[in-house]
């Protein structure tokens, strides 16, 4: 996930350089005036933007919190210590909407200055070590599955995605998958469909969930990672298909 990321690179005249651009200032858009950028730049000279994960504001809709728990409870495989001997705790990633914190091993905590998150995780003692999540969560909301028909009314459930290793960047959020699940219809499940794709960016999909759903499900883990979410109501995503 991209969120594991917070570098911004921009360019412009021909070169590039980092810079400390709000995340949310350009987001939706490619190209944005540097005036509206700090006021540092010449009025009206554009800059356009390559990607930008620095949080200085709202990441994502208020009520979203996203949270890595390795003691999750009636997890088989709770986890004291990451696979650098660093202990470990429950952290909230994103906490009611804002950017709270990214997800470190040793090598990387010490590059950004901050203590590690105890996310260096390892497969065998000669492996090397990769940063992951423990128990991945989206938070439950407050809706049941038959509120959350009823409020899209006429829309698509999607209840099954593949191909994530290779329709989805991991930098710039951008994402199309193929998928299958089935219709909604005046605000009720009806006939399945399949082999529709949908498309769109991770960062603004945090910006566009409307309602969460009361119950958070849980996939199959993965090593120690094992991802978590309620059924999830948004609102203007891109789908193709017959």
Not at 165 to 192: C, L, N, Q, W, Y
Request: hydrophobic share 40%; charged share 20%.
């Amino acid at each position: 996930m991209a969120i594991f990321s917070n570098q911004a690179t921009l360019t412009y005249n021909g070169g590039s350089t980092n810079s400390n651009i709000a995340y949310g200032e350009i987001l939706d858009v490619l190209t944005a005036t540097k005036t509206a950028i700090e006021g540092t730049y010449a009025p009206g000279e554009l800059v356009t933007y390559v990607v930008t994960l620095r949080n200085t504001g709202g990441t994502a809709l208020t009520g979203v919190t996203v949270t890595d728990d390795p003691m999750r409870e009636g997890c088989p495989m709770q986890t004291n210590f990451d696979g650098e001997g660093v202990a470990t705790a429950r952290r909230n990633v994103i906490e009611k909407g804002v950017l709270k914190t990214l997800l470190y091993d040793l090598t990387t905590a010490k590059k950004a200055g901050v203590e590690s998150t105890g996310n260096g995780q390892k497969g065998a003692y000669l492996s090397p070590v990769s940063i992951a999540p423990y128990n991945f969560s989206l938070a439950a909301g407050d809706a049941s599955e038959e509120e959350l028909f009823a409020a899209v009314g006429n829309g698509i459930y999607v209840t099954e995605c593949k191909g994530f290793h290779a329709g989805a960047d991991a930098v710039t959020g951008d994402f199309s998958i193929e998928s299958a699940g089935f219709m909604i219809r005046d605000g009720k499940k009806a006939e399945p469909i399949k082999s529709f794709t949908v498309a769109g960016n991770f960062y603004q999909l945090l910006k566009q969930i409307d309602r969460l759903g009361n119950e958070v499900k849980w996939g199959l883990p993965g090593g120690f990672t094992v991802f978590g979410s309620p059924n999830v109501l948004v609102r203007g995503m891109s789908i193709a298909g017959k």
